[in-house]
């Protein structure tokens, strides 16, 4: 249906049994087509989300739906099986082969070409090895083949990456890269680099709540553009010449960042400074980082 | 619940068990010997000497001045029930408390199946792992006691059902038990929990249950505690505790 969101969450909230407040009224939702990712550090409810979506946990309050349709409710079987998942760092069958994994998710999911899915993602020399012997970066490609054997609409992501040495999760990246192009997603992670790399929106947990959910390229907006200065006359001639052209300027790991925005105020601004004989040798505008802006949610 | 879905799961764990033959076989020891070697050894004991006859009324209800009658309604449902309890318990364990330990759980609901689906599948492959080691037992004792005309063909249904009946109601409470366990051990120790009070459950009914029918009113009892700690186990605990 147009307009219907792919995920979500109407003042849900999650509490286990020990009491721990996992998620506390959260509302949030992503449309179709969107690429999301859940950021937050650990304990902030981002696993709850993905679980509740998945059905393997119930809320506590609220609702959650998934693909139009309430999460355990009628149709929802059909929606799950047009959502592919890849769990946070699962456990793995020591009496399973990877074909017979992969044929059971087929069968789960209704549709699909194990042998097909087997070459996609290198996997064809491991065919009859057990899940469990396995390298993690190998165990990691499984999940991801079983989360898109039927083509799915949406792809739930829990921490794909972790615990996987930097090769096996550049190989891995590659893979999300092109799984998750024209496809709606929800990454969870923790890793900055990763969400920036691969995510269009950001929804910010922190103790169960929704601290801040907004396009990246808005948040970047709204961030006060800045350059990074240097002159040969060193950091403290500089400061001082910003400083009397009313140029807010702080020092950052030993280079002047000065609060103006790099392609309307910076060429008026070097020739002033250089008229007055400052030898400004650099001048490189400076984007604000998915970590800056998650930092300054965190700490607001 | 889906069908396809619980099939599917069903085959998983019908191949998962099958490559865990020492989980098998130490399922099938105990009741090997209860299922099969007492009852050969009880019907030895009618054939060749007879069971020595106690005062007669000694238990209420039954006749057992009459080593038969003593033997159909008394001896041999109790090691039907003893063996009926204690072969699921070990299969049904390892099917939850593995997925458990090796954190695989996790995996499993990744894929599109519900937290009942997977137990359900789970109980189908405890049942079929038990008919498969129990029932040839317990159709070889059934056989030889028709064949040797210790009872008719009505012994086959009366003995059948408190022996299904008590497959039903180990491996719910196993379920319910195995649950709330921490790990394989504890789930072990809180299984051995329930085979006593079972088994006094089940003298009391074949005590206070008239006539020939106590063996089918013992099978509704303990259907009726496996029916009982089912809606414990889907409803109440679920597979949801292993993944808070």
Not at chain 1, 41 to 52: E, Y
Not at chain 1, 58 to 66: M, Q
Not at chain 2, 53 to 75: W, Y
Not at chain 2, 146 to 152: E, K, M, R, Y
Request: proline content about 5%; aromatic content about 6%.
């Amino acid at each position: 249906m147009p307009g219907t969101p792919a995920i979500s969450f109407e003042e849900t909230s999650k509490r286990y049994r020990n009491g721990t407040l996992a998620l506390s009224e959260v509302s949030w939702s992503i449309p179709v087509g969107a690429r999301a990712c859940l950021l937050g550090p650990n304990g902030s409810g981002k696993t709850t989300s993905i679980r509740l979506l998945e059905a393997a946990l119930s809320p506590t309050t609220g609702w959650v739906s998934l693909l139009g349709t309430p999460v355990g409710g009628r149709g929802y079987g059909d929606a799950r099986q047009r959502t592919g998942v890849v769990p946070q760092n699962a456990g793995m069958y020591s009496d399973l082969t990877t074909f017979e994994y992969l044929d059971l998710a087929r069968r789960l999911y209704g549709r699909g070409d194990v042998d097909r899915a087997l070459e996609t993602f290198g996997l064809a020399e491991h065919r009859d090895k057990r899940l469990a012997q396995l390298s993690g970066g190998f165990q990691r490609r499984v999940v991801l083949a079983a989360a898109l054997l039927s083509e799915p609409e949406l792809l739930l992501l829990d921490e794909p990456t972790v615990g996987l040495d930097p090769v096996a999760a550049h190989e891995v990246h590659e893979y999300l890269a092109s799984a998750m192009r024209g496809r709606t997603t929800l990454l969870s992670t923790h890793n900055l680099a990763e969400a920036e790399a691969l995510c269009d929106d950001v929804v910010i947990l922190r103790k169960g709540v929704v601290l801040l959910h907004e396009s990246l390229a808005s948040l970047r907006q709204r961030k006060k553009p800045r350059a990074r200065l240097a002159a040969r006359q060193g950091v403290a001639a500089l400061i001082e010449a910003l400083r009397k052209r009313n140029v807010d300027a702080v020092i950052e790991d030993g280079g002047v960042i000065a609060s103006i925005d790099p392609e309307h105020e910076a060429p008026e601004l070097l020739r002033s400074l250089l008229t007055e004989g400052i030898a400004v040798y650099e001048c490189t505008p400076l984007t604000a980082s998915l970590e800056d802006l998650f930092l300054e949610a965190v700490r607001r | 619940m889906r069908w396809s879905a619980i099939r599917s799961l069903l085959w998983k764990e019908l191949r998962q068990v099958g490559r865990n033959r020492m989980a098998l076989l130490t399922a099938a020891f105990l009741p090997f010997i209860i299922l099969f070697l007492a009852p050969i050894q009880i019907l030895l004991q009618l054939r060749l000497a007879g069971l020595r006859a106690l005062p007669n009324n000694s238990f209420p209800g039954i006749d057992i001045s009459d080593p038969n009658q003593l033997a159909l309604q008394l001896i041999y449902p109790v090691l039907f029930v003893m063996g009926g309890l204690l072969l699921p318990t070990l299969t049904t364990t390892y099917a939850i408390v593995a997925e458990r330990e090796r954190h695989s759980l996790e995996l499993l609901v990744s894929l599109p199946v519900t937290v009942g689906e997977i137990l359900a599948a789970k109980l189908l492959m405890v049942l079929t792992v038990t008919a498969l080691v129990g029932l040839p037992y317990v159709a070889a004792v059934l056989t030889l006691l028709v064949v040797l005309g210790i009872g008719g063909l009505e012994i086959v249904p009366a003995l059948l059902a408190p022996f299904v009946a008590a497959v039903l109601c180990s491996t719910a409470l196993s379920l319910v038990l195995t649950l709330l366990a921490r790990d394989f051990r504890s789930a072990n120790n809180l299984n051995g929990m329930f085979f006593v009070p079972v088994l006094l459950v089940t003298l009391g009914t074949l005590a206070l249950a008239p006539g020939p029918a106590r063996t089918y009113v013992l099978a509704l009892v303990l259907i009726g505690l496996a029916g009982v700690a089912l809606l414990i186990a889907m409803r109440w605990i679920t597979f949801e505790r292993y993944l808070e």
